[in-house]
T-cell receptor, first 111, second 115 residues
């Protein structure tokens, strides 16, 4: 069955440090992949998406993600984290027209 | 402004008292869906609708009902709520197959507590 795994439940980084959030998917064909962010008390906001083409995609708020077919991964990165990036991040894959989400990674940013 | 609107945002109720969470979108999207979010489980789909009068079960449909009588509205009905339905609920919508991008647009969530 198609699935999305986010291995890290909680990550803490210092402000200004780099960030990488991991996402692995299980899907036979080339998937549509997404990263969403959920700030406290808010809905989910799209950060970026991958459909095809260039495997490095740029998103909003300075985030990027790289699709690696050989590793079935779609990791999210940011070179320098800001305190406002503290939130929960969800990786998602579209399969059969339905979106499936990972369990999420909660990001804490230390001053 | 393009948006998905859910009401109520917060609700505390008691076991067995029927309730409805409304969802409305103003983007003329064909597809709408309900998710519940629980710690450590991410978002799980409850029901979805591909278009008016077309609905189908998601991964966790037990205890819920939906209807899609109009394109813009997709209410979630809990006929007899139980404490295990205490959760954060999200409504979402997207385009249908024409102009499909896969991107879901989410409401701000409805936090439901069943005592």
């Amino acid at each position: 069955a198609q699935s999305v795994t986010q291995p890290d439940i909680h990550i803490t980084v210092s402000e200004g440090a780099s960030l990488e959030l991991r996402c692995n998917y299980s899907y036979g064909a080339t998937p549509y992949l997404f990263w969403y962010v959920q700030s406290p008390g808010q809905g989910l906001q799209l950060l970026l998406k991958y459909f095809s083409g260039d495997t490095l995609v740029q998103g909003i708020k300075g985030f990027e993600a790289e699709f690696k077919r050989s590793q079935s991964s779609f990791n999210l990165r940011k070179p320098s984290v800001h305190w406002s990036d503290a939130a929960e991040y969800f990786c998602a894959v579209v399969t059969n027209n339905d979106m499936r989400f990972g369990a999420g990674t909660r990001l804490t940013v230390k001053p | 402004e393009a948006q998905v609107t859910q009401n109520p945002r917060y609700l505390i109720t008691v076991t067995g008292k029927k309730l409805t969470v409304t969802c409305s979108q103003n983007m003329n999207h064909e597809y709408m869906s309900w998710y519940r979010q629980d710690p450590g489980l991410g978002l799980r789909q409850i029901y979805y609708s591909m278009n008016v009068e077309v609905t189908d079960k998601g991964d966790v449909p037990e205890g819920y009902k939906v209807s899609r009588k109009e394109k813009r509205n997709f209410p979630l009905i809990l006929e007899s709520p139980s404490p295990n339905q205490t959760s954060l609920y999200f409504c979402a919508s997207r385009r249908g197959l024409a102009g499909y991008t896969g991107e879901l647009f989410f409401g701000e969530g409805s936090r439901l507590t069943v005592l």
